[in-house]
């Protein structure tokens, strides 16, 4: 089992930034990719951003040019740099982890809050 525990959400004004951690533990995985999430209230869970195990990245059109998405393979951890952030970005963050190529999101974080106010 891989577990994986969020960090860094909090309440900020429009405008302001956080910066979001997502540290893995437990089963040794081999290049595996990281990704963040998120859910609003009364929505459905959206992609945000992911990270190859070799740094490629891909982002959400949303946060383009905002958020920025970064790992530190040598402590098993994926980051979310998130500048200009709008009220619209109120949510709960999900880090997840794809240890196969091609496959789905295996293994996932109980998530961060991340409340942006107006």
């Known amino acids: 089992q891989v577990q994986l525990v969020e960090s860094g959400g909090g309440l900020v004004q429009a405008g302001g930034s956080l910066r979001l951690s997502c540290a893995a533990s437990?089963?040794?995985?081999?290049?595996?990719?990281m990704g963040w999430f998120r859910q609003a209230p009364g929505k459905e869970r959206e992609f945000v951003a992911a990270?190859?195990?070799?740094?490629?990245?891909t982002y959400a059109d949303s946060v383009k040019g905002r958020f920025t998405i970064s790992r530190d393979n040598t402590k098993s951890t994926a980051y979310l740099q998130m500048v200009s952030l709008k009220p619209e970005d109120t949510a709960v963050y999900y880090c997840?982890?794809?240890?196969?190529?091609?496959?789905?999101?295996?293994?996932w974080g109980q998530g961060t809050q991340v409340t942006v106010s107006s």
């Open positions: 997840a982890v794809r240890s196969s190529p091609g496959g789905e999101y295996d293994y």
């Open positions: 437990g089963r040794t995985l081999r290049r595996y990719a």
């Open positions: 990270i190859a195990w070799s740094g490629g990245s």
